[in-house]
């Protein structure tokens, strides 16, 4: 839709999904002030999973919320998908959200009283999808992270790792372009991670969806198509893991 | 649509329990209140609600039926001369000091002089046949089962009424008043025991219409005659609610049902809102997680409002079946209680403006539902 804003600047079919361009963020608690980000640029490629690493307390979670579009920048600019979310109001931004992006948080954040079907289905009933398409959708998303057999259950009868899958389908129903996940795994054990892990870098790969995902578990580098070290608000370094994108794309992993 | 509030209502009760608890006693107690006042207040209009009269003619500006002065009784021909006007009688109210039999001290009694023909208006609903035709005797009086004790009478003794001799020939029913006793006789003995030399005339006339939904209409055409002294009309129900009215208000029990209402609206919209800030809370995370994903806080507003508003309904419910096993109980009991139509839609409303109210303030809390804060 707004794709063509920025057009004669890159190379149209590697224009990156996700840029920030001398991005600067501070937290004011009391007389302190705590500048987190400073004038940092980085550009996020679409159809990938980059995982964002570093100790707890580098920033990597605030620039999470800034890419997303969840909270402003002091300074610089951040454009999602040729939007520049700075120029967005609170309810375009809910707007843009609704249209083009999941959330995984480390919490599950499952309402008790729905079963895993009404979770996903719920955010769908807001995008102006019909009940037969929102339905299809939901268990749709819900068999692909495997829980098609599991879907009528609520919340305390789901284990931890299968709450993260609901959350994950929640997320990809909507099939969003971008796809962002908070420290996805640090509440399960390895296998459960293994798992949410896995999937995130199938969606990436089979949607052609953009997977920002933030974690300080040393165990995720491996599954990542690209790996940021983030240390005291700067990128120490940028690898990445894998052959080119088009030999990934399709493959299931 | 999945319907969130609602599941949720469901599922988690036991956290929405003391809302609808709170909101269903402010609704039991104020219905309770409104029905015991009513009841007891009705009783000031029993005169024209256990009457078979359609208009009232009395003094202008009388504010309730003891309060009356003389008419001229020549209004009952020009009353007559109405095409829709069936039968006139004239109605004479006595306040009257009584000294019965046995000490007793001083008893303040509303001596109603009424037309004891078998086809007589006044007291038709309330007197059989047979008490109102022992009327005709010279000083026979009726009294209510409920003031003998008062009286220090039984059926057949003597007493006085300022000063003039009264027999008792006969114990009604439904007959009670409100800050004295009601004392029935016939027009004839109300005169004689009348010893107020400014009354030339009876209290009111009253009539009945070929057409007792026109009540209305007729009064307001036989208003305005000038040949007659001072005069003025209602239709029946208008006086008995003038009636009802100026208790209420006179004695201050109309505040006191008000001031109730406000109480009971602050401390159940407390409680209700404390109930479902705490459920939001509860969900906050979830709420959050929704907004991240795009839904709008417009929507999640709604979602508390609906759970407000079925707080409201459950507990109205709840208020509604325990108010009618009370109200019936105190019915059975001989307590005067009282609903209508206007005062049970009353406590409808204030209910559902309390669970309106606290589900508003409780949407407030919505503001914490940031989805930034689900990254830290």
């Known amino acids: ?191 459960n991670g293994q798992i949410i892990i896995d999937l995130l870098h199938r969606i990436a790969h089979s949607h052609g969806t953009t997977v920002l995902c933030v974690s300080h578990d040393p165990r995720l580098v491996v599954h990542a198509d690209r790996v940021l070290a983030m240390e005291d608000g700067r990128i120490l370094s940028d690898r990445r893991n894998q052959a080119p994108l088009s030999d990934s794309r399709g493959t299931p992993s | 649509m999945v319907a969130l509030a609602r599941k ?35 009783s000031t209009s029993l005169y024209v609600t256990g009457s078979s009269a359609d ?22 021909s020009r009353l007559l001369m109405d095409p829709q006007v069936l039968r006139v009688e004239p109605y004479l109210w006595v306040d009257g000091d009584w000294r019965g039999p046995r ?32 009327l005709v005797e010279p000083d026979a009086i009726i009294v209510d089962r409920s003031a003998l004790d008062q009286l220090g009478i ?14 008792v020939v006969g114990i009604g029913t439904g007959l009670r008043a409100l800050g004295g006793v009601n004392v029935l006789c016939s027009l004839d003995t109300a005169r004689r025991l009348d010893n107020d030399v400014t009354d030339n005339g009876p209290t009111y006339l009253v009539a009945s219409l070929r057409d007792p939904a026109r009540a209305a209409t007729v009064a307001a055409r036989l208003r305005g005659a000038t040949s007659f002294g001072p005069y003025t009309t209602w239709s029946a129900s208008d006086f008995a609610q003038r009636s ?8 201050g029990a109309g505040a006191g049902v008000m001031f109730l209402a406000g109480i009971v609206f602050l ?3 407390a409680i209700t809102s404390q109930t479902l800030v705490a459920a939001v809370n509860g969900s906050i995370r979830e709420y959050a997680t929704l907004n991240a994903l795009g839904v709008g806080v417009g929507a999640l507003r709604k979602v508390v409002l609906e759970q407000a508003f079925w707080v409201g ?64």
Not at chain 1, 93 to 104: A, S
Not at chain 2, 19 to 25: C, E, H, I, N, S
């Open chain 2, 103 to 134: 000490e007793t001290g001083g008893a303040s009694v509303f001596v109603s002089g009424i037309d004891p023909a078998a086809d007589g208006l006044m007291f038709s609903k309330v007197l059989s046949p047979t008490l109102r035709a022992r």
């Open chain 2, 8 to 42: 949720t209502l469901v599922y988690e009760w036991r956290r929405f329990l003391p809302a609808m608890l709170a909101v269903g006693f402010a609704g039991l107690l104020q219905l309770l209140q409104i029905a015991l006042v009513l009841g007891i207040f009705g």
């Open chain 2, 244 to 251: 009802v009215r100026y208790w209420l208000f006179d004695t």
């Open chain 1, 1 to 191: 839709m707004n794709t063509m804003h920025s057009g004669n600047l890159i190379e149209p079919a590697r224009r990156p999904a996700l840029q920030a361009v001398e991005v600067s963020k501070a937290f004011v608690s009391g007389h302190q002030r705590t500048q987190v980000l400073d004038r940092l640029s980085l550009a996020i490629e679409a159809a990938e999973l980059t995982l964002i690493s570093g100790p707890s307390g580098c920033g990597k979670s605030t620039l999470l919320a800034i890419l997303s579009g969840l909270q402003q920048v002091d300074g610089g600019q951040v454009r999602a998908l040729g939007s520049e979310l700075g120029q967005l109001d609170l309810r375009a931004l809910e707007r843009f959200r609704l249209q083009h992006t999941g959330f995984v948080f480390q919490g599950f954040n499952l309402f008790p009283a729905l079963s895993a079907f009404e979770q996903v289905e719920l955010p769908l009933n807001h995008m102006g999808l019909t009940r037969d398409e929102a339905r299809r959708r939901a268990r749709q998303s819900l068999e692909e992270v495997g829980l098609g057999q599991r879907m009528r259950l609520r919340p305390s009868e789901l284990s931890g790792g299968e709450k993260q899958r609901v959350a994950i389908a929640r997320a990809l129903a909507k099939q969003p372009e971008l796809l962002f996940a908070d420290e996805p795994t640090s509440a399960l054990d390895a296998a």
């Open chain 2, 313 to 376: 309904a459950l507990g109205l419910l709840g208020a509604s079946v325990l108010g009618i096993v009370l109200l019936l109980l105190a019915r059975s009991q001989d307590v005067p209680v009282v609903l209508n139509a206007p005062s049970a839609l009353a406590c409808i409303i204030l209910v559902m403006g309390l669970a309106a109210v606290s589900g508003l303030a409780a949407m407030r809390s919505l503001r914490r539902a940031d989805p930034a804060t689900l990254l830290r």
């Open chain 2, 55 to 76: 208009v009232w003619v009395g003094y202008p500006g009388t504010q309730s039926v003891g309060l009356g002065r003389s008419i001229d009784a020549d209004l009952q």
């Open chain 2, 154 to 167: 039984g059926i057949g003794q003597s007493a006085t009424i300022n000063g003039q001799r009264v027999r």
């Open chain 2, 267 to 269: 401390v159940g919209a």
